[in-house]
């Protein structure tokens, strides 16, 4: 395509999006013009590396209307007469009519600020989420009546209702999601073809293998504790609750220590919960961490896990990108059969999988993977090749670079 594309996000920069702010840096690298149209400020304190080296300048929209009502006044007054204003003002109020509430007003007065301070330049929009950026984005592609596209990925997908998706993949030009999973559901939504699949892949040259190899513990020594890490936002979905009461069920003579790397509203929670079972002491919540120290994390821990699960609300996770950065560290994955969790880990080949919810599993998984080095040590490798050979960043973000009008890439062997 000629011309710039806008990336419409909830949020910009954040920890936890490393996937989106990759995605954006290689396609710059390859050649995209891109603007970044950002609903909500940042509220992390710090900022992964990828994020200093992305040259898209970041355009922040209102992200409560009453707080710049001047901006959206404007917006409204400069485009209220235009060729786009009446059908997606029309589509606005039908949306409205099934969602009443303050979000969707919301969702309009951002699109008109975006349509209106649209660089001259941008001839498409693209939305990272299909709930609100893609509903700001579409009304704002019908007001300057330019094309639209979206990437879905796993709570917009699974927390929306359907007549929302149905209509926003019938509207849009193009869209993709980063699961077989997610394809196999949205497309019961979308015209044919409308969906394709575009895994998000793991640049490898930010988590190169480790230097050294890891000490081969195996729990009885208290001076010298297996290491065990997760890494995820402290949300329901993710399940650490869940895997903390599996910790609390580890026989009373095996020395390990436990690792949990991300923030959230739950965070407080989970360091109750681990209070309640009588770990808290081996049990450390550093929080939210930029992506050098989540890397030294990998490095010094001996085993992953994560315990997802589907929220009361219906969210789950897709693919978290956290299993791929642990398998690129050789790190022995445990997680569960959810979702597409099973698109890059095969039981007993590259990790252990367990179903959701199965804590007395889990404690029997973990217990074998803490005794276990030399097992740790196979599926750790199995899983660095895995990610190697099939979920590189390079040849994931092909098939996306190509829809947005880029030249393919020349062929390389990827896994050289």
Same mark, same amino acid.
């Given at each position: 395509?000629?011309?710039?594309?806008?990336?419409?996000?909830?949020?910009?920069?954040?920890?936890?999006?490393?996937?989106?702010?990759?995605?954006?840096?290689?396609?710059?690298?390859?050649?995209?013009?891109?603007?970044?149209?950002?609903?909500?400020?940042?509220?992390?304190?710090?900022?992964?590396?990828?994020?200093?080296?992305?040259?898209?300048?970041?355009?922040?929209?209102?992200?409560?209307?009453?707080?710049?009502?001047?901006?959206?006044?404007?917006?409204?007054?400069?485009?209220?007469?235009?060729?786009?204003?009446?059908?997606?003002?029309?589509?606005?109020?039908?949306?409205?009519?099934?969602?009443?509430?303050?979000?969707?007003?919301?969702?309009?007065?951002?699109?008109?600020? !975006?349509?209106?301070? &649209? %660089?001259?330049?941008?001839?498409? $929009? /693209?939305?990272? @989420?299909? *709930?609100?950026?893609?509903?700001?984005?579409?009304?704002?592609?019908?007001?300057?009546?330019?094309?639209?596209?979206?990437?879905?990925?796993?709570?917009?997908?699974?927390?929306?209702?359907?007549?929302?998706?149905?209509?926003?993949?019938?509207?849009?030009?193009?869209?993709?999601?980063?699961?077989?999973?997610?394809?196999?559901?949205?497309?019961?939504?979308?015209?044919?073809?409308?969906?394709?699949?575009?895994?998000?892949?793991?640049?490898?040259?930010?988590?190169?293998?480790?230097?050294?190899?890891?000490?081969?513990?195996?729990?009885?020594?208290?001076?010298?504790?297996?290491?065990?890490?997760?890494?995820?936002?402290?949300?329901?979905?993710?399940?650490?609750?869940? !895997?903390?009461?599996? &910790? %609390?069920?580890?026989?009373?003579? $095996? /020395?390990?220590? @436990?690792? *949990?790397?991300?923030?959230?509203?739950?965070?407080?929670?989970?360091?109750?919960?681990?209070?309640?079972?009588?770990?808290?002491?081996?049990?450390?919540?550093?929080?939210?961490?930029?992506?050098?120290?989540?890397?030294?994390?990998?490095?010094?821990?001996?085993?992953?896990?994560?315990?997802?699960?589907?929220?009361?609300?219906?969210?789950?996770?897709?693919?978290?990108?956290?299993?791929?950065?642990?398998?690129?560290?050789?790190?022995?994955?445990?997680?569960?059969?959810?979702?597409?969790?099973?698109?890059?880990?095969?039981?007993?080949?590259?990790?252990?999988?367990?179903?959701?919810?199965?804590?007395?599993?889990?404690?029997?998984?973990?217990?074998?993977?803490?005794?276990?080095?030399?097992?740790?040590?196979?599926?750790?490798?199995?899983?660095?090749?895995?990610?190697? *050979?099939?979920?590189?960043?390079?040849?994931?973000?092909?098939?996306?670079?190509?829809?947005?009008?880029?030249?393919?890439?020349?062929?390389?062997?990827?896994?050289?």
């Amino acid at each position: 395509m000629s011309g710039a594309v806008a990336f419409v996000l909830k949020g910009y920069p954040r920890l936890s999006e490393t996937f989106i702010a990759q995605e954006i840096r290689a396609l710059e690298k390859r050649g995209l013009d891109i603007r970044l149209y950002s609903l909500r400020h940042p509220t992390d304190r710090a900022r992964h590396p990828v994020h200093e080296e992305i040259n898209a300048p970041v355009v922040y929209l209102p992200e409560y209307l009453h707080h710049e009502p001047a901006r959206v006044l404007r917006a409204w007054r400069a485009l209220r007469h235009s060729p786009g204003y009446l059908a997606a003002r029309r589509g606005w109020r039908r949306d409205f009519a099934r969602d009443r509430t303050r979000n969707r007003i919301r969702r309009f007065g951002q699109a008109l600020v !975006l349509a209106h301070e &649209l %660089a001259p330049d941008i001839t498409h $929009l /693209h939305a990272h @989420f299909l *709930h609100t950026p893609a509903s700001v984005t579409r009304y704002a592609a019908q007001l300057r009546g330019h094309p639209w596209s979206c990437s879905a990925h796993a709570k917009d997908i699974w927390t929306s209702e359907r007549w929302d998706i149905s209509e926003k993949l019938a509207d849009c030009a193009w869209a993709v999601t980063c699961t077989k999973a997610n394809l196999e559901h949205l497309s019961t939504m979308a015209p044919p073809e409308r969906v394709q699949l575009a895994y998000h892949g793991l640049d490898l040259a930010r988590f190169p293998p480790p230097d050294t190899a890891r000490a081969e513990r195996d729990g009885t020594d208290s001076g010298d504790p297996v290491v065990i890490l997760s890494v995820g936002r402290a949300v329901e979905k993710k399940g650490h609750d869940d !895997l903390l009461a599996a &910790l %609390a069920r580890l026989p009373q003579n $095996l /020395h390990w220590r @436990f690792e *949990h790397v991300g923030g959230g509203p739950l965070q407080g929670r989970l360091e109750e919960i681990a209070q309640r079972h009588g770990i808290a002491a081996r049990c450390t919540f550093p929080g939210a961490q930029a992506q050098e120290a989540v890397r030294a994390a990998y490095r010094r821990a001996d085993l992953f896990a994560l315990m997802s699960r589907e929220a009361v609300d219906g969210d789950r996770d897709g693919l978290p990108n956290v299993l791929m950065e642990a398998q690129s560290q050789g790190l022995a994955v445990l997680a569960t059969s959810i979702s597409a969790i099973p698109e890059l880990i095969a039981h007993e080949n590259n990790g252990l999988l367990i179903a959701p919810r199965d804590i007395d599993a889990a404690a029997r998984a973990l217990e074998r993977l803490i005794s276990d080095a030399p097992l740790r040590g196979r599926l750790g490798a199995a899983g660095q090749e895995i990610v190697r *050979h099939k979920f590189a960043l390079d040849p994931c973000i092909e098939g996306l670079a190509v829809r947005f009008g880029l030249a393919p890439a020349p062929t390389t062997d990827q896994a050289g």
